[in-house]
């Protein structure tokens, strides 16, 4: 079955930096554009980046934009988010998912990154 | 951007209950607009798409409604497992992909 799951997240400080990684299966990945969706505790959702299926195109919320990088390595069936720059607002439950019609679906089950001194 | 406001953000209901969610678009989405239902520590997972189309696998106690700017999440007969939050999403205009804040239903 379609499975992502996260890994990679973390305590970090100020300024630092994380990159996350999510790890596709039980479908052709390379087929598929992916997101980043982000959640601070307690908070709602927000959405992160996209990537399209194969790269060509990406798309940042101003939030993250200059300071993340979404990528993805089609060979690994893996996507990516390079996390520069940190803040303690960037602390969050980090999910990918996937670009399904009409939805994001599945997702993953998250990864906590932590930006503490 | 596409703003999505929730209402109401909290609600506090019986099993049995029929329950009405609104989500209203800040401009025309269409029928662009999912559903997500997100339980303690766990990821969302779609139950609407489409505004009105239920995912696979998801009860028919749950529909959708609605197009242009207003649309409805309503839970036919509330099951103990149906206490959630709930989110809604435009995939109409993006980037960005908005969602609505959140509706958090609770056992009365």
């Known amino acids: 079955q379609v499975q992502l799951v996260e890994s990679g997240g973390g305590v970090v400080q100020p300024g630092g930096s994380l990159r996350l990684s999510c790890a596709a299966s039980g479908f052709t990945f390379s087929s598929y554009g992916m997101h980043w969706v982000r959640q601070a505790p307690g908070k709602g959702l927000e959405w992160v980046a996209f990537i399209r299926y194969d790269g060509s195109n990406k798309y940042y919320a101003d939030s993250v934009k200059g300071r993340f990088t979404i990528s993805r390595d089609n060979s690994k069936n893996t996507l990516y988010l390079q996390m520069n720059s940190l803040r303690a607002e960037d602390t969050a439950v980090y999910y990918c998912?996937?670009?399904?019609?009409?939805?994001?679906?599945?997702w993953g089950q998250g990864t906590l990154v932590t930006v503490s001194s | 951007d596409i703003q999505l406001t929730q209402s109401p953000s909290f609600l506090s209901a019986s099993v049995g209950d029929r329950v009405t969610i609104t989500c209203r678009a800040s401009q025309g989405i269409s029928s662009y607009l999912a559903w997500y239902q997100q339980k303690p520590g766990k990821a969302p997972k779609l139950l609407i798409y489409a505004a009105s189309t239920l995912q696979s696998g998801v009860p028919s106690r749950f529909s959708g409604s609605g197009s242009g700017t207003e649309f409805t999440l309503t839970i036919s007969s509330l099951q103990p497992e149906d206490f959630a939050t709930y989110y809604c999403?435009?995939?109409?205009?993006?980037?960005?992909?908005?969602f609505g804040q959140g509706t958090k239903v609770e056992i009365k």
């Open positions: 999403q435009q995939l109409n205009s993006y980037p960005p992909w908005t």
């Open positions: 998912a996937l670009n399904y019609i009409g939805g994001f679906d599945p």
